[in-house]
């Protein structure tokens, strides 16, 4: 390559070496130096392509001690190109694209190639061409390139993706001018579409119903088709009704595919206005068109269905005006509404369907509103003085329809509310205490609430102050002396601008403290105990009443216990059944035969006495405004006094014993009582077969009676046995020579005998038994009210749903003053009442007996001493609970006891001797047919 060589070498032995990359450095032993003539030689083929140029570092040293002879010198190497490298295009194909409506110039796209010989030579120097193209259509150079930029373009129009969507070309690239080495690569080009083709109805006519007054309702579906590509932008579909549709009642949207047309309603058809539509509709693609292409249209006629529509009120919001003090019955309008339907001749009729709070009636026919209640302006129901109410209107077509409307009420306000004092409860200091304001609720609108004025009321003006300025509406209270500790009421009157007043109670606490009230840590006492105080001493003045009421009862009923003798002696004798009504001398009609048998020739004696008093006025009518019941008892108190009004005091005389009467005189049997025959009626067996069922039937009743009531076997056995001996002596034993109205009076009802019996059982029997469990019961009932109501106050805060015993003890005090009454005159039927309500209050009272046994209260808010009086009330309550249902139990021991002793299935004949009409303790004549 070249020879190296020094001045020095002359004179002394020089020796060369190389060092650098090349040489003694990768690419080790490239370049070598002959050591002694300098000859720099490569010893492989270089590649430019690889590394264009080497530097290599000459040395000369001297050859006898290696010492260095001259610097180093820098000999660079430059590797002269050939053209050995062929263009090479990146990557061996190329894509592109071009509408199928591009022009001649439009560009495809560019294709590149590169070659690594030297770019400053010819070698290197690349020129593009095209070699074939496939299709040839329409023609065979549709496309050209740039052989120096190697852009590919147009070269004419004529594409047609629909026909040839893409063509396939074959690029040479060559160096050296095109003249040296060359390769080649492919080019596709993908033909784009244009929306050059528009799309086509596949049905161009068609009809449709539908019904009136419905929207959004599909009415047809239209289907397209398009030759442009699908789901692009020249195939997506768009519809327009072009035609038919001013009033646009209708509207038309692409489907989900977008090669469908929806039609659908936009609103409400209305068949009386038009039956039937006629609709044009064209439909276009979303992207434009590239050239002029004719549309395609559709025609399609829909006709409307009629229905029954529903009236409609004129107007559909009917707006009035009334006082809230409008009488009821005050028309308050007419409802007017009218059937769209013309050619169905139907009847309105209206109703109310949300009338929340009642006020108002609507005849169905008329359509007359009217007040039906009292109105109230200031009722939650009512929102900015105004009441709505949903009103309809219905036909009577077959399928009825119904339309709504609102009537809407403004309510003038009027001064019907008092105002009250919001707090029930202030504290102030005791010490120059600061006034506390007090606020005022009126729900009245303005001009019927404030200015409001406060007045002090009683004994209250001397201890406190109401301070009030005209300029503010703030009232404030003060004390006018230094007030004791503790709680106090102040009783305030308010009145409105309009002097409507109310009275209303303040509860005050007065703390230890002075000026500002910052916080009351004295203990004190709520004031609902002191009102708890005060119920409890109303509750037990109240009891003490009812107490000393029936004290008063009970002593009444022996004063005339002992009024009443069990048996005496009659004036006259008379025979009454229990089935008929018996009155006194004048005034009942009987057959004296009965009395007498074979003594026809005494005859009676009735000697009347004719009073010679004036007779009494009577009120004919009540005066006007006057209570009946007065009006009634005055002309009752005229009667009885009446003096001139049968029966008269007479003497009568209707048989006397005499001689010749079968049997002994009847006048000993008052003085039986002291005669052993009175006590042991065993002895009637030896009287003969006459007294011998007689004997059977007391002497078994008497030890039946001495079983179940021990003290009463005298008097029971005594007035018995006046009975029996009336029936031996004064009836007949021949039943069929008793006359016929003896024989029809013998047939008592069984009901009116059952009750006799009853009433013998539950009046003399157990008597004191049933008084006593009444009495215990309404005793017991009036201190459970006490003991729960103190309890409930104290615990729970008069809470009403812990009260549940109050209610049970009230049915036990009704259900003891009811056994009161059965016990002075029973019945069945007040027997039967009898047990059911005690079944009732049995029931209840055990319900109300477990919901306060097992119901706890959390004493953690009490102190020590309302803890234990809470304890004390309730264990109260419960023991008097307790006392009431045994009470009711006893009861009903009794009265089924007395239920199932008389009143057997068997056939029964009672018959009755009384000396008095109203005598209900005389002695009962029993009849046994069976065995009770």
């Not at 004290?551 to 009024?563: F, G």
Request: overall charge negative.
């Amino acid at each position: 390559m070249v020879k190296i060589k020094t001045s020095k070498d002359a004179s002394v032995e020089i020796n060369y070496r190389i060092t650098s990359p090349g040489a003694d450095e990768a690419p080790e032993g490239l370049f070598i130096v002959e050591r002694r003539s300098g000859v720099l030689q490569v010893t492989q083929p270089l590649d430019r392509e690889k590394r264009d140029a080497y530097t290599l570092w000459v040395h000369a040293i001297h050859a006898h001690d290696g010492s260095k002879a001259e610097e180093p010198m820098e000999l660079t190497v430059h590797v002269i190109d050939q053209n050995d490298n062929r263009p090479d295009f990146s990557p061996s194909s190329f894509h592109g694209s071009v509408s199928e409506n591009g022009k001649a110039g439009d560009v495809v796209m560019r294709v590149t190639a590169t070659d690594r010989d030297d770019p400053e030579t010819d070698h290197a120097m690349i020129k593009y061409r095209i070699l074939s193209q496939t299709p040839e259509v329409p023609s065979d150079y549709m496309f050209a390139i740039n052989p120096l930029s190697g852009v590919l373009s147009l070269t004419g129009g004529g594409l047609d993706r629909e026909s040839h969507a893409e063509y396939k070309l074959i690029l040479q690239a060559a160096d050296m001018n095109g003249e040296g080495l060359s390769a080649t690569c492919t080019a596709f080009v993908t033909i784009t579409d244009s929306n050059d083709n528009a799309p086509q109805f596949l049905i161009t006519s068609a009809s449709a119903s539908v019904p009136e007054n419905e929207s959004g309702v599909e009415v047809f579906r239209f289907k397209v088709t398009d030759e442009d590509e699908l789901g692009s932008a020249n195939a997506n579909t768009k519809y327009n009704i072009i035609k038919g549709n001013e009033g646009e009642h209708f509207q038309i949207s692409t489907g989900h595919d977008k090669m469908q047309g929806i039609l659908s309603t936009a609103k409400k058809l209305d068949f009386e206005s038009t039956s039937a539509f006629i609709l044009l509709i064209v439909v276009t693609n979303e992207a434009l068109f590239t050239q002029p292409v004719s549309t395609s249209t559709a025609t399609i006629k829909v006709t409307v269905e009629d229905k029954n529509e529903p009236p409609m009120f004129t107007p559909s919001k009917i707006q009035v005006e009334l006082s809230e003090d409008t009488p009821i019955g005050t028309s308050v309008t007419y409802l007017r509404a009218v059937d769209p339907d013309m050619a169905r001749p139907t009847k309105i009729r209206f109703k109310l369907n949300a009338d929340a709070a009642g006020w108002f009636h609507l005849d169905p026919d008329s359509g007359r509103v009217s007040v039906r209640s009292d109105l109230d302006r200031e009722s939650h129901f009512v929102r900015d003085n105004k009441y709505t109410v949903q009103v309809l209107a219905y036909d009577n077509d077959t399928v009825a329809s119904t339309g709504t409307g609102t009537l809407i009420v403004t309510l003038l306000d009027v001064n019907d509310n008092a105002p009250v004092i919001e707090q029930r409860k202030v504290s102030l200091c005791s010490v120059n205490p600061v006034p506390v304001q007090l606020d005022i609720l009126d729900p009245d609108s303005t001009g019927n609430n404030g200015p409001f004025t406060v007045e002090l009321q009683g004994e209250h003006r001397k201890s406190w102050n109401i301070i009030s300025n005209s300029s503010s509406p703030a009232i404030y209270l003060s004390p006018k002396r230094r007030m004791a500790l503790g709680w106090t009421s102040v009783l305030l009157r308010v009145y409105d601008a309009r002097l409507v007043f109310q009275d209303s109670s303040l509860d005050v606490e007065v703390c230890q403290c002075e000026g500002a009230m910052s916080g009351c840590t004295m203990p004190h006492l709520e004031p609902h105990h002191s009102r708890l105080s005060s119920v409890s001493l109303v509750l037990g003045a109240i009891f003490v009443l009812l107490l000393l009421l029936l004290l008063l009862l009970i002593l009444r009923r022996k004063r005339n216990a002992k009024d009443v003798a069990l048996l005496k002696d009659p004036s006259r004798d008379n025979i009454f059944y229990y089935n008929e009504e018996g009155g006194g001398e004048e005034d009942k009609d009987f057959d004296p035969s009965l009395l007498h048998r074979g003594l026809l020739e005494h005859q009676a004696v009735c000697t009347d006495v004719i009073p010679t008093q004036a007779r009494p006025t009577y009120r004919r009518q009540p005066q006007s405004n006057e209570d009946i019941g007065q009006f009634l008892q005055e002309n009752l108190q005229a009667a009885d006094a009446d003096p001139t009004s049968p029966p008269y005091d007479s003497l009568l005389v209707f048989d006397f014993e005499g001689a010749g009467s079968e049997a002994s005189s009847l006048s000993s049997l008052d003085s039986s009582s002291d005669s052993p025959l009175g006590q042991d009626f065993r002895l009637l067996q030896d009287w003969g077969p006459r007294f011998s069922r007689l004997a059977d039937m007391y002497t078994a009743g008497e030890e039946d009676d001495m079983d179940t009531v021990p003290g009463k076997t005298e008097w029971m056995s005594q007035n018995m046995f006046q009975e029996g001996l009336h029936q031996v002596y004064m009836q007949s034993p021949n039943p069929q020579a008793a006359p016929p109205r003896a024989q029809a009076v013998a047939q008592v009802q069984h009901g009116d005998l059952d009750n006799a019996r009853i009433h013998r059982w539950f009046g003399t029997v157990v008597n004191t038994r049933l008084l006593v469990s009444g009495v215990a019961q309404v005793l017991g009932a009036i201190a459970c009210i006490l003991s729960t109501v103190t309890y409930t106050c104290m615990s729970f805060n008069c809470a009403v749903s812990m009260a549940t015993p109050v209610w049970s003890s009230l049915m036990y005090l009704w259900t003891g003053f009811f056994a009161a009454e059965v016990q002075r005159k029973a019945n069945k039927l007040k027997v039967v009442a009898l047990v059911a309500a005690n079944i009732f209050s049995s029931v209840f009272g055990f319900s109300a007996l477990m919901s306060t046994s097992l119901r706890f209260q959390d004493s953690s808010a009490l102190n020590a001493k309302q803890r234990v009086g809470s304890y004390v009330a309730r264990g109260s309550s419960i023991t008097f609970t307790v006392q009431c249902l045994l009470c009711s139990l006893y009861i009903l021991f009794l009265s089924w006891r007395g239920l199932r002793r008389y009143s057997p299935t068997a056939v029964q004949s009672y018959s009755r001797v009384a000396q008095e009409a109203e005598d209900t303790n005389g002695p009962l004549l029993e009849n046994m047919e069976s065995n009770l």
